[in-house]
């Protein structure tokens, strides 16, 4: 058994939170600049040459790319032959809690959602763990914003809606985000299993590189398709008109109930914040 | 067309105001959110004053993230407009001129807009970092308690944002998509 140390913890998660909030990867800078090169609106053409020295001067300068840090989403992935010593959960709220105000990032959370005090330090993370083989502890971060995650639906489908269902669903909640969830847009979706387990899917589909597809067949075409009919719909960068209103749609699909048909569609902004670390 | 105007914004400019116009903003705005428009909603309710002149004034939807030293702001791109649209009519009412945020109004907000000659502006989300650089001052005036949320006096240089609602009433988010869809 395999031992890591709380601080090792501590101080990765502080990393993490500092570098995805000021650095986009390479797949996110990649998808802007070849959606600046086809985009067929001027408006639009300028507002993604102004994303690209958004990035430049947030890297620079150290400036968040967005104001909105975001509420830090984690999955963990935790090898059953690894020990933590100390409390896994406590070391990663207090990585957020240094990340967040050491690293000059938004604190936007609050501690209770109806009587809404700020807990000041961006905590408590969401945190979604999993076991896997291994001795290895697998950390993703994905900083999430609201302005998007408020675009985001649930759809419990009935089996006979079957796949032009699902697609009515992703392009409904697309076109409904519209200038609100900052386009060009990355859409995440989940189908199948249960109410939350597509929704967790969703939310995990969005830490899935720009260009990376599916393994399974249909299922990648179904990303493509999805891809290039919400850029039929006109909603363009900053909802301003134009061909570029998503930069990617990731699908994760899971078994489901005879009865079911759940989709989950999370949508984020052109701000397509994650980082990887394994310990 | 680019316009460059002052703020606050007279009603003659603010008439003068394009749907579709890119517009450069000098002068003195102010930031306030969710909560700062709850609190502002309850000062009204109970008779008291607001925390500034709201006449001629823009209103920018924004919580910044901390400066670092020697900046005057952190990040600092608009957040979500619909969120205010509770607020909003009202404060339009007693003169509010602009609103700079992003994202969809509601019919209430629009009637007021053309109601009174006032402009909504949509700044690009998702540009804080870029955005901060025409913000050469930050002064918290109001609900410092609310940290990101207490509304701050912003003097800005050429801030960049682009007519969504114009005092007539026309509707950039609608005319734009219906120019780009393909069927």
């Given amino acids: 058994m395999r031992t890591v140390k709380s601080d090792i913890i501590i101080e990765t998660v502080k990393e993490m939170c500092i570098e995805a909030n000021h650095f986009l990867s390479q797949d996110v800078k990649d998808a802007l600049d070849n959606a600046k090169n086809t985009e067929k609106s001027s408006i639009g053409k300028d507002i993604l040459t102004k994303l690209e020295e958004n990035l430049k001067i947030a890297g620079e300068d150290m400036i968040p790319v967005c104001q909105d840090t975001g509420m830090a989403v984690f999955f963990v992935e935790i090898g059953q032959d690894v020990h933590v010593e100390g409390n896994l959960t406590d070391a990663i709220n207090e990585g957020v809690r240094r990340g967040y105000v050491d690293g000059f990032l938004r604190k936007s959370v609050v501690k209770d959602p109806l009587i809404r005090e700020n807990t000041k330090d961006n905590t408590p993370a969401v945190i979604h763990y999993n076991i896997v083989e291994g001795d290895k502890i697998k950390l993703t971060i994905a900083p999430k914003g609201f302005g998007s995650e408020n675009m985001s639906k649930v759809f419990m489908l009935k089996p006979a809606d079957g796949i032009e269902g699902v697609k009515k669903a992703i392009i409904s909640a697309a076109k409904d985000a519209g200038p609100n969830a900052c386009p060009p847009m990355v859409v995440g979706v989940g189908v199948g299993g249960t109410f939350e387990k597509c929704a967790i899917m969703a939310k995990q589909a969005l830490t899935r590189p720009i260009g990376v597809h599916s393994d399974i067949e249909y299922v990648a075409e179904l990303e493509e398709e999805m891809f290039t009919e919400i850029n039929k719909l006109g909603i363009g960068p900053g909802g301003l008109g134009g061909s570029t209103t998503a930069l990617a749609v990731n699908i994760n699909t899971y078994p489901t109930h005879i009865a079911g048909l759940p989709v989950a569609v999370n949508i984020c902004c052109h701000v397509y914040r994650h980082c990887v670390r394994e310990i | ?183």
């Fill in chain 2, 1 to 183: 067309m680019d316009k460059y105007i002052n703020a606050p914004i007279s009603k003659e400019v603010a008439a003068d105001l394009r749907s579709g116009d890119t517009v450069y903003i000098s002068g003195t705005i102010y930031s306030a959110r969710d909560a700062a428009h709850l609190r502002m909603s309850n000062a009204l309710k109970n008779g008291e004053e607001l925390p500034f002149d709201i006449v001629g004034n823009v209103i920018y939807y924004m919580g910044p993230s901390p400066s670092r030293e020697g900046r005057p702001i952190g990040s600092a791109g608009p957040t979500t407009a619909g969120r205010m649209d509770k607020y909003t009519p009202q404060l339009l009412d007693l003169g509010l001129r602009g609103m700079i945020g992003k994202g969809k109004r509601t019919q209430d907000v629009y009637e007021a807009i053309k109601r009174n000659g006032a402009v909504y502006f949509a700044a690009i989300g998702g540009a804080g970092a870029l955005l901060s650089k025409a913000i050469k001052k930050s002064e918290v005036i109001a609900y410092d308690d609310l940290g990101t949320e207490a509304i701050r006096k912003l003097e800005v240089e050429n801030f960049p944002v682009i007519v969504v609602i114009d005092s007539e009433g026309n509707n950039l988010y609608e005319t734009a998509i219906e120019e780009f869809k393909m069927d």
